[in-house]
Structure formats: structure tokens, C-alpha cells
């Protein structure tokens, strides 16, 4: 089967958890005999060489094909002056841009053929490499050979819808996480209408969580029928030993993640004034960033936390896998998680993990903690029970570990090429 699959990002030029999905998806799915025509906005030239990687800067479009004109004529993009990132919650949103709606850009008839560069980043322009990055998709689908159109989140599905356009061949939407999980009830409503458009256009719909099913099936009304549940797994199901050590004596509990209103920060830092209430020989990290960062910091602060509560900023690499090592705690405390892989990541480096009951990857590991999010006392409780038990602490390490070993790439891979096989049967 050779697959025509669409991505804004792969690693190891990643942003979040959607490369790191991407890349092992890809990796399942080439293990299982699939041929992957993966496209990116920008190729940085040292991705893994896992599939047949186009670079959407390098393509050159023909205007002249009239389908190509009725899809440049029905795209509308969004010009952002400012920074912008597809998880941005509400306030930040607010805060960092100044949008406008346009109609199409008007194509010069005179010029039969045009290259469009790629930032491959989240910029200002984020709405207009959206709606070139579809035309790009269009003229891929039309010289490259393919049985399935495969798109990942609300950046590609133009790009899998006017794919669809070209070729006929039938389109997988792959939902990572909603309008809804980034923001609330407060939805940027472009990104939903996009959202919307792709699910519906698409034949079929893959959601990471039953949690993520609900909503698509109830805020964007995809038919039930039509979306199925494949859960994220782990690259490497080993246990990671480290050999960093701590440098202060006291317990770590650590928070790491884009700190916005989807991750839940604020009720971190309330359980953390309710557990140093208790044993002030604890220390608190927040690792990450985003746009609840200052208030994080003006709250330690009214809590008296100083000391105690430590702020890292955004990282990465090397450094991640250090936090982790160094932690006797891992925290996620999500409002809304669509699956959420770092508590998985934690558990490789044998850190027992306090997960929120509103996040996918609640569904998967059973053998950890699971808290609502608003509730900072049950939270509290959690995390000194762990940093005080040692036999808990130890029991949640072991069956952590063991679990992990089930969450294979490979597994999640075979039932999607269960999904692409039925498409591919059923087109005429």
C-alpha cells in the first residue's frame, strides 16, 4: 500500500507531541511493508530516512489544470500579524495576534507555474503556508502514485482535502487534539471550521483517545461510524537508566509541558502549596512554556514558593530525559489531554507518574494514579503518597514498566493498515 501521508512537522524539527506521533506512526507503519510518501512544508535535511520525504519548498505547481484553479479559488486564508502556534490557548491568542480574513490571493494567469517557500515553523504567516501548502498537496497528488491520502491534524487536512480533489483516492484524518482541548469553549473559529472540513471531507476519521472520539463526534458531528480509536504508544518500551544525579537532597516532583490552559499549570502549583504545607523538604519543578508562564510565577510568589518552586523554561533533547531522571514524581494535570505521551516517557525513565482522569492516555496506563484536575487535594495526597511510600512509589515503577512494553508502534500501525485496507477495497 503506499500511503500519501501529509504533516506540518517530524522530528527531530518538533514542537510537540505531533512530530514525535508522526515519526512513530511512520516507523509502524514501515515495519508492517507500507510505502510512505511523507510531505513536509520544509525538509531540514537530517530527518531519520524512514520514508520517501518530499519537500513542499521544492514543489513546483501548474496553475494551467483547472482542478488546480478551483481549489486555489475556494481557499481562504488567515493572515496573522504575530506569533501564533496551533495550541495557543484563548488568552494568548488574544493577547499575540490581530487576524483578518481575506479571499483568495489573486493568481497572475500570465504564469503558468510557481515554487512556494516554506518556513515550516508556526509563524506569522501560518494561515497563508496553510492554504499554499494545500496546492502544493495538489500537485504531489497528481505525480506521485498513491492508494491512500493520510493527514495529521487541522494544518494538513486542506492540504489531504484538495489531495483528494486531484487523485480521488480516499482520506484518512488523523485528529491529535481538538479546537476544543486547546482552548476551551472559546474556539478560534477558523481552526475549527478547518478542523470540521477535514473530518467531514474525510472517509474516514482516526482519533488518538475514546476521549477525542466524543468530541468529534459531538462538537463536530462526524458520523460514529466513521471514526475509530488508535492510542499513541512509545518508540522504546526499555527502561531509560541515567546516570544524573541530583544536586539537592530534597524530593522532585516535576510538571513538563506547554504551560496553557489545556495542560492545567495552576492546579500543579495549588497542590504544590498543599504538599510543602505538609513536608517543606520538597522541591517543585514547572519545565516548559506558554502564555500562563507569568502567572505561574506571580502565584508561586503569593504562595510563598520561591524557594521551592523552580522555573526552567522550554526544553528539549538531552535535557528533557534529565528532568525526567531526576524526578521522584511526574505530574500531568491536563483540563484536556487528547492522549498526552509524556507520562510515558516519565515511566521509561522509572518515574511513577499522577495523571489527570480527563487526558487519552488515562485509557492505555492503568498503573498509574488518576486524579480529576480540579482536584488539588486528591493531587496533593497523590504526590506526598508517593514521595513518602516507598512501596507504592516502587509498585507503580514496576507495573508502569511492564505495561509500557504493551504500547508498541507496530500494534497501533496494524490496525491503521486494517483502516487503509477497507478504504482501498471499498473505492470504485
Request: charged share 25%; hydrophobic share 40%; net charge neutral.
Given at each position: ?28 507503519l514501515v515495519h508492517h511493508k507500507q510505502e510512505i510518501i511523507f510531505v513536509v512544508p520544509k525538509l ?294 487528547p492522549f498526552g505521551i509524556a507520562p510515558l516517557e516519565a515511566v521509561r525513565h522509572n518515574t511513577p507518574v499522577i495523571i489527570s482522569k480527563q487526558s487519552g492516555v488515562a485509557e492505555v496506563l492503568r ?62
Amino acid at each position: 500500500m503506499k500511503v500519501l501521508m501529509f504533516g506540518w512537522e517530524f522530528p527531530p524539527h518538533i514542537s510537540g507531541g505531533l512530530g514525535t506521533a508522526c515519526y512513530g506512526l511512520v516507523k509502524g507503519l514501515v515495519h508492517h511493508k507500507q510505502e510512505i510518501i511523507f510531505v513536509v512544508p520544509k525538509l531540514w535535511g537530517d530527518e531519520e530516512p524512514l520514508a520517501d520525504f518530499v519537500n513542499a519548498s521544492d514543489v513546483v505547481i501548474d496553475y494551467r489544470e483547472r482542478k488546480f484553479k478551483k481549489i486555489w479559488k475556494n481557499l481562504t486564508y488567515l493572515e496573522v500579524s504575530s506569533f501564533l502556534v496551533p495550541y495557543l490557548g484563548p488568552e494568548e491568542f488574544k493577547k499575540y495576534t490581530d487576524y483578518a480574513m481575506h479571499d483568495r490571493m489573486d493568481v497572475d494567469e500570465s504564469v503558468f507555474s510557481n515554487k512556494f517557500e516554506f518556513s515550516g515553523k508556526y509563524g506569522k504567516d501560518l494561515m497563508k503556508e496553510v492554504s499554499r501548502y494545500a496546492l502544493v498537496a495538489a500537485q504531489i497528488a497528481k505525480s506521485k502514485e498513491h492508494d491512500v491520502i493520510h493527514a495529521h491534524d487541522w494544518l494538513a487536512y486542506p492540504a489531504g482535502i484538495a489531495a483528494k480533489e486531484i487523485s480521488g483516492k480516499p482520506l484518512v484524518a488523523h485528529i491529535h487534539a481538538t479546537e476544543f482541548d486547546r482552548s476551551g469553549e472559546t474556539v478560534n473559529q477558523p481552526v475549527y471550521d478547518i478542523e470540521r472540513a477535514g473530518m467531514l471531507a474525510a472517509d474516514h476519521v482516526v482519533a488518538v483517545s475514546h476521549l477525542t472520539r466524543k468530541i468529534v463526534i459531538e462538537k463536530y458531528g462526524v458520523h460514529p461510524d466513521k471514526v475509530s480509536v488508535l492510542h499513541n504508544a512509545v518508540l522504546d518500551a526499555s527502561i531509560i537508566k541515567s546516570d544524573v544525579r541530583k544536586k539537592v537532597p530534597e524530593k522532585i516532583v516535576t510538571f513538563l509541558g506547554r504551560i496553557t490552559f489545556q495542560k492545567g499549570p495552576e492546579y500543579f502549583v495549588e497542590a504544590a502549596k498543599k504538599v510543602i504545607d505538609r513536608d517543606p523538604n520538597v522541591r517543585f519543578v514547572m519545565a516548559g512554556s506558554g502564555d500562563l508562564l507569568n502567572r505561574m510565577i506571580e502565584r508561586v510568589a503569593e504562595l510563598g514558593m520561591g524557594t521551592k518552586f523552580h522555573f526552567t523554561g522550554f526544553l528539549k533533547g538531552k535535557d528533557v530525559d534529565d528532568m525526567y531522571a531526576i524526578s521522584d514524581v511526574y505530574v500531568m494535570p491536563s483540563v484536556s489531554e487528547p492522549f498526552g505521551i509524556a507520562p510515558l516517557e516519565a515511566v521509561r525513565h522509572n518515574t511513577p507518574v499522577i495523571i489527570s482522569k480527563q487526558s487519552g492516555v488515562a485509557e492505555v496506563l492503568r498503573n498509574a494514579i488518576k486524579v480529576d484536575f480540579w482536584d488539588v487535594d486528591a493531587m496533593a495526597d497523590a504526590i506526598f503518597g508517593l514521595l513518602h511510600y516507598e512501596s507504592i512509589s516502587k509498585m507503580f515503577k514496576e507495573l508502569g514498566s511492564e505495561e509500557l512494553k504493551k504500547l508498541k508502534w507496530e500494534h497501533v500501525a496494524a490496525k491503521l493498515v486494517t483502516v487503509y485496507d477497507k478504504l482501498h477495497k471499498e473505492q470504485p
